[in-house]
């Protein structure tokens, strides 16, 4: 089974400065997707990065950016030039790419990030 | 467009009542998805349907019943409920379920059972 940990409950961040969402995850599988969703207060869930592990190259999204580490198995979240907007709950979530998935998302427990003005 | 809607946006029921949850998509994907989520959690998957049949049931009670009348549309049908079930349903649509890309979520119907 996958197991996906975020080890920060709660994180806070000026606005105009960047933070670091930590994710790290489990599993046996070789080829999988991982995602960040952010689920700002009372409103939608919506997709921020996405990275295939079969790709080498971090994906990067306008001000998010992510840091793969396959072998580590570790997969943070930078956020530049944090906005008020960014405000909400980040999740990381895991899925793997074929052969048993059932299209199953693991998600992690979600780090709250706060930007203060 | 990656819209997924649902509605009603909020729903309060007593605990013999009978309501239920509707989610609608338009990007032809074949893949659609139920969650649970409360407060400060992440999403629990409740039910998995793959080209309009039901593929993954994650142990719900029965008090819970899906249904997929066609590819754009996911019912969540409610009977029965207990105040524990009170939570922000989330449905979810994905290309298909066997080549998981991201899922793309509505905006929740928050449901309270009194």
């Known amino acids: 089974a996958q197991t996906v940990t975020q080890s920060q409950p709660e994180m806070s961040v000026q606005e105009a400065e960047t933070v670091t969402l930590s994710c790290t995850y489990d599993t046996s599988e070789s080829n999988y997707y991982l995602f960040w969703y952010k689920q700002p207060p009372s409103r939608q869930m919506i997709l921020v990065i996405r990275q295939e592990a079969y790709k080498q190259q971090n994906a990067t999204e306008n001000r998010f950016s992510v840091n793969f580490q396959k072998a580590a198995k570790s997969f943070s979240l930078k956020i530049s030039d944090s906005q008020l907007g960014d405000t909400a709950m980040y999740f990381c979530?895991?899925?793997?790419?074929?052969?048993?998935?059932?299209?199953?998302?693991?998600f992690g427990q979600g780090t709250i990030l706060t930007v203060h003005p | 467009d990656t819209e997924v809607t649902q509605t009603p946006k909020h729903l309060v029921m007593g605990m013999t009542n009978k309501k239920s949850l509707k989610c609608e998509q338009h990007?032809?994907?074949?893949?659609m998805y139920w969650y649970k989520q409360k407060a400060k959690k992440p999403p629990e998957l409740m039910f998995v349907y793959s080209y309009e049949k039901l593929s993954i049931n994650e142990s719900v009670p029965s008090r819970f019943s899906p249904e997929c009348p066609n590819s754009s549309l996911l019912n969540l049908h409610l009977h029965a409920l207990q105040p524990e079930d009170s939570a922000l349903y989330l449905c979810?649509?994905?290309?298909?379920?066997?080549?998981?890309?991201?899922?793309?979520f509505g905006p929740g119907t928050r449901l309270t059972v009194t």
């Open positions: 979810a649509s994905s290309l298909q379920r066997d080549k998981p890309r991201e899922q793309y």
């Open positions: 979530a895991f899925t793997n790419a074929g052969g048993t998935s059932y299209g199953k998302l693991t």
């Open positions: 990007m032809g994907h074949r893949a």
